[in-house]
């Protein structure tokens, strides 16, 4: 997966499109969207969801455990960027990689996801 660029969302953007994607119980706390992809971190996993096809109905929903990252990286963005950087590793396979804008709550991502990893 290359390098998406995406925008905090509201949770409830991504509930109202994707509930099917969702699972009884589960709540989302962070969304970041591409044009018409998704990037949702919820209480059990990451989701992404990529929207396919001239008229988007074709859809392709990964679902990565927080079990299964090795790693993560938070580049925030500095004086002269205009965007904050997010590297999801996962075991075997290549990282999760997307640009957000520099107003995102960055310190809170990285909070949620020490917290999820350290179990």
Known sequence: MGILNATAADPRELIE???EALTEGETVSY???TIRDYIAFTNW???YINVQGITGSKREFL???YRSITAFAIETAGTFDLDA???IYL???EPIEFRVGRND???GLQTFLAQKLDR
């Open 85 to 87: 950087e997010i590297k």
């Open 31 to 33: 969304v970041y969207k």
């Open 45 to 47: 996993r990451v989701l």
């Open 63 to 65: 679902t990565v455990p």
């Open 105 to 107: 709550d960055m310190r």
């Open 91 to 93: 075991s075997g396979h």
């Open 17 to 19: 499109k994707h509930r």
